[in-house]
C-alpha cells in the first residue's frame, strides 16, 4: 500500500500514461513511503526514474555526461520526508529509527540531548542487538527500556527542540550510514552517533560510540519496512501528469520540470546539464521500457 490511485485529479492522467510511467508511479508511492513523506511528490517520482538504469530519463542523463547517481542524490535532498541531508551524503531515517526519534522528544519533554537519542534508540533496537549492547558493559540505566513508547512529536515536528549535539549527531550517524552502505539511518547507528558526540555521555554509558559501531559492523541496517499507509499525490504531480501527452516518456516529466519558475528540480538537473534541449534530443533517441 502506497501510492493512492483513486483520487479524480490522477483518473485521466493514468488513463493516458505509459504503462512504464504507471509503475514508476507506483515506484514513487513506496519511495516517499519509505522516506515517511506525507503525500508522493514530484521529487519522489523523478528519484525513481532516474535510479532506473533502463529509463529513457537515465539515458539522456548519461548521455549529457552527467552521473544519475549523483543527481538522484541531489533531488533526494529536495525530496520531502524525514531524511538527513550533509554535503556527500543524504539518506532517509530507517522504521525503527523514525520510532526512536519520536521516543526521544517524547522522553525529552524539551530540548531532545545525545542521553535521550541513546536511550530512545537501544529501545528500539532487536532484543537480541539491545542484549550484546549491555553484556559489551552498557550502562542499563542509559539503555532505555526495551520496548518502551512515549507520545513522540509528529513527523514535522521531529527536528525542533532539538540540541546542537543532538544534531550533529543526527548528522553523524547519517555519515556512518552512508560509509557503511546502509540504506537508511538505523537506530544503531544513531545510539553510537550519540556516545561519540557526547564524550561524558559515553563514559557514564561505559561505552563508546567508536567501540559500538566496530562490535556491531555488518548489523547496523535496519530492514524494518515502514508501516502501510495510502499516500495522497501531491497537486503538484497531480497537475504536471495532467499537462503529459498520452504515453510520454520519462524524459517529457523532466521536461515539463523547466516550464515551472524557480522550480528546484529544473535547477537541479540544470546543474548537471540536463537541460530542456538535452531532454528533446533524448526523447527522440531513447525509449522507457
Do not use: N, W
Amino acid at each position: 500500500m502506497a501510492l493512492d490511485l483513486d483520487p479524480p485529479a490522477l483518473a485521466a492522467p493514468l488513463e493516458r500514461a505509459s504503462p512504464y510511467l504507471r509503475t514508476a508511479l507506483e515506484g514513487a508511492g513506496r519511495h516517499a513511503l519509505a522516506l515517511f513523506a506525507d503525500a508522493v511528490e514530484l521529487p519522489h517520482l523523478l528519484f525513481v526514474l532516474l535510479t532506473d538504469e533502463d529509463s529513457a530519463l537515465h539515458a539522456a542523463v548519461t548521455h549529457a555526461f552527467a552521473d544519475p547517481p549523483s543527481v538522484a542524490e541531489e533531488i533526494m535532498a529536495l525530496s520531502p520526508g524525514i531524511l538527513v541531508v550533509t554535503s556527500g551524503a543524504t539518506l532517509p531515517f530507517s522504521t525503527r529509527a523514525v520510532e526512536a526519534l519520536k521516543d526521544a522528544h517524547g522522553r525529552a519533554g524539551g530540548e531532545v540531548t545525545p542521553a535521550d537519542l541513546l536511550a530512545a534508540a537501544c529501545a528500539r533496537l532487536e532484543k537480541e542487538t539491545r542484549a550484546d549492547l549491555l553484556r559489551m558493559g552498557l550502562e542499563p540505566a542509559l539503555a532505555g527500556t526495551e520496548g518502551a513508547e512515549h507520545a513522540g512529536a509528529p513527523p514535522d515536528h521531529l527536528f525542533r527542540a532539538t540540541s546542537d549535539s543532538a544534531r550533529r549527531a543526527l548528522v553523524g550517524a547519517c555519515r556512518a550510514a552512508d560509509a557503511a552502505g546502509d540504506p537508511s539511518i538505523g537506530p544503531i547507528l544513531i545510539a553510537a552517533a550519540a556516545l561519540e558526540v557526547d564524550e561524558e555521555l559515553a563514559a557514564r554509558a561505559g561505552l563508546s560510540g567508536r567501540r559500538l559501531r566496530a562490535a556491531l559492523h555488518g548489523r547496523t541496517a535496519d530492514p524494518t519496512p515502514p508501516p502501510p499507509r495510502r499516500l495522497p499525490p501531491a497537486c503538484e504531480l497531480s497537475a504536471l501528469l495532467a499537462g503529459l501527452p498520452a504515453g510520454a516518456p520519462s524524459t517529457s516529466v523532466a521536461a515539463a520540470l523547466f516550464a515551472t519558475p524557480d522550480s528546484e528540480l529544473a535547477a537541479a538537473l540544470q546543474r548537471q546539464q540536463v537541460t530542456p534541449d538535452v531532454l528533446r534530443r533524448a526523447a527522440r533517441a531513447f525509449g522507457d521500457p
